[in-house]
């Protein structure tokens, strides 16, 4: 498999993890358990001051869906966008793809444990893909050595 393919499929993978995210997570008030209302309810119903800003911890919450939303996207694009020019600045390619792996490891690991393995394993499938397409490109670059 050539690196550019990987980083393709790793930017797919992210993309799609992004579409599935947004659109989950956009519907996590309309919860059919009365405890999972009653808990919603709790965090929708008080507003609170922080950092000078006053809103409900489900404001937060929201927020911080929507910032991963944002993050995932950024990661898919940078993907893709390296996917591009890996022969102009392979150097710097394989730099940005090992940051980004390493990141996605993280991630993985956060989604196992605080969300639900199918994300995970979306986002360990994504990591492989940059991790072995990194591979590559130092092997790749060892034989023109």
Do not use: Q
């Not at 394993?121 to 492989?128: G, H, L």
């Amino acid at each position: 498999m050539k690196p550019k393919l990987l980083l393709r499929i790793a930017a797919i993978l992210i993309f799609v993890h992004t579409v599935l995210h947004t659109f989950g997570f956009s519907g996590w008030k309309n919860a059919p358990d009365p405890v999972e209302k009653g808990v919603i309810a709790e965090m929708t119903g008080h507003k609170f001051p922080f950092m000078g800003a006053v809103h409900s911890l489900a404001d937060y919450y929201d927020g911080f869906g929507y910032c991963c939303s944002v993050a995932l996207l950024l990661i898919a694009v940078v993907l893709w966008l390296v996917s591009n020019d890996l022969s102009s600045n392979s150097n710097l390619a394989k730099k940005i793809v090992l940051a980004i792996s390493y990141a996605l490891l993280l991630w993985g690991i956060d989604e196992y444990i605080f969300f639900f393995p199918f994300a995970a394993c979306i986002t360990f499938a994504a990591c492989i893909c940059s991790r072995w397409s990194v591979y590559l490109m130092k092997k790749n670059a060892a034989s023109f050595v």
